[in-house]
């Protein structure tokens, strides 16, 4: 992020207005994280990942894309801007949530080091714990469609 963040520098040391947009995982039923766990859980073998205590900011697709109009057009809007719910939840809660979004169990685990040795390095990505929260986007007056994740999927699933 450092490095993407630092090469606009030069745009916004020469006058023009820079906003850095730092999105959580963007909920959609047609790619990226929900995308890929749509099948497993719509056959209710979708598991709470490790403890299932570590934090996943996330945001719908609609919230995102309103989140981008919303900063672009606001002139006032400049530096770095979470763009997550304001509400993160954990594995535990997002996994509940999903099955219960598609009227499926949640019943399995997958354990940390079954996940560590399948997925090498990459397994820190699903284990890591990220609690974000959009502070400045809302100072700056945006408001959420869908605040909760239960909002959120039913709309990612909607469409």
């Given at each position: 992020?450092?490095?993407?963040?630092a090469?606009?520098?030069?745009?916004?040391?020469?006058?023009?207005?820079?906003v850095?947009?730092?999105?959580?995982?963007?909920?959609?039923?047609?790619?990226?994280?929900?995308?890929?766990?749509?099948?497993?859980f719509?056959?209710?073998?979708?598991?709470?990942?490790?403890?299932?205590?570590?934090y996943?900011?996330?945001?719908?697709?609609a919230?995102?894309?309103?989140?981008?109009?919303?900063?672009?057009?606001?002139?006032?809007?400049?530096?770095?801007?979470?763009?997550?719910?304001?509400?993160p939840?954990?594995?535990?809660?997002?996994?509940?949530?999903?099955a219960?979004?598609?009227?499926?169990?949640?019943?399995?685990?997958?354990?940390?080091?079954?996940?560590?040795?399948?997925?090498g390095?990459?397994?820190?990505e699903?284990?890591?714990?990220?609690?974000?929260?959009?502070?400045?986007?809302?100072?700056?007056?945006f408001?959420?469609?869908?605040?909760?994740?239960?909002?959120?999927?039913?709309?990612?699933?909607?469409?």
């Open positions: 992020m450092r490095d993407w963040e090469a606009a520098a030069p745009a916004r040391e020469s006058g023009i207005r820079v850095n947009l730092r999105s959580g995982l963007v909920l959609s039923r047609h790619g990226g994280l929900l995308g890929q766990l749509l099948l497993p719509q056959l209710g073998l979708g598991p709470k990942i490790g403890s299932g205590r570590q996943m900011s996330w945001i719908s697709m919230d995102e894309l309103s989140a981008i109009s919303f900063l672009l057009t606001s002139a006032d809007a400049t530096g770095a801007y979470n763009l997550t719910a304001p509400e939840v954990t594995n535990a809660e997002f996994t509940t949530s999903l219960a979004a598609l009227r499926r169990p949640a019943l399995l685990t997958l354990p940390s080091p079954v996940l560590r040795t399948a997925l390095e990459v397994s820190g699903l284990l890591g714990s990220s609690r974000v929260l959009p502070a400045r986007l809302l100072a700056a007056g408001s959420f469609a869908h605040p909760d994740i239960a909002t959120a999927l039913q709309a990612a699933l909607a469409h």
